[in-house]
């Protein structure tokens, strides 16, 4: 019984989750996807980095990545805001953290089901700004132009 009282609170406020009220958890999970070096974290676990996978349309796999893997991929990233992004993925179980007994200690990251199923949302998002960012700059060079 206590099973099914629980899957009957969880539909419930699946139900009930509603981004635009304050206090919906759903707001801070927004908040946390739409950071800038979750999506490109979840893309680079995704398999899309790289020279060799400029768009959408590629069937890429998705990976384990070292730490300093992903750290070199991630230009500009501090150790602090990459250690903090990959803590909070993996305590919202969009990653798993495995650890192997090696000298030293190797600690890969990647990507669960859920995980993978949100890269492919932002890889979309990526994409879509990395297509647009020549149209995106002429508009506001404009508008700054006019607003002079």
């Not at 009930?16 to 974290?41: H, M, T």
């Not at 501090?78 to 200690?105: F, I, W």
Request: glycine letters at 6%; proline letters at 4%.
């Amino acid at each position: 019984m206590v099973t099914t009282n629980a899957a009957r609170k969880r539909a419930q406020a699946k139900v009930e989750y509603n981004a635009f009220l304050a206090g919906c958890p759903s707001r801070q999970l927004l908040d946390r996807i739409s950071d800038k070096w979750v999506v490109l974290v979840l893309c680079a676990l995704g398999g899309d980095s790289g020279p060799d996978r400029p768009g959408a349309g590629h069937a890429v796999a998705p990976k384990a990545m070292r730490y300093s893997e992903i750290s070199r991929l991630l230009a500009g990233v501090s150790q602090k805001m990459l250690t903090q992004t990959l803590r909070s993925l993996e305590h919202d179980g969009l990653l798993t953290r495995t650890v192997t007994p090696t000298v030293p200690v190797t600690v890969s990251y990647e990507l669960t089901d859920l995980g993978l199923s949100l890269h492919h949302m932002t890889r979309g998002l990526r994409n879509w700004a990395q297509t647009h960012m020549a149209e995106v700059l002429a508009n506001r060079e404009e508008y700054n132009s006019r607003t002079s």
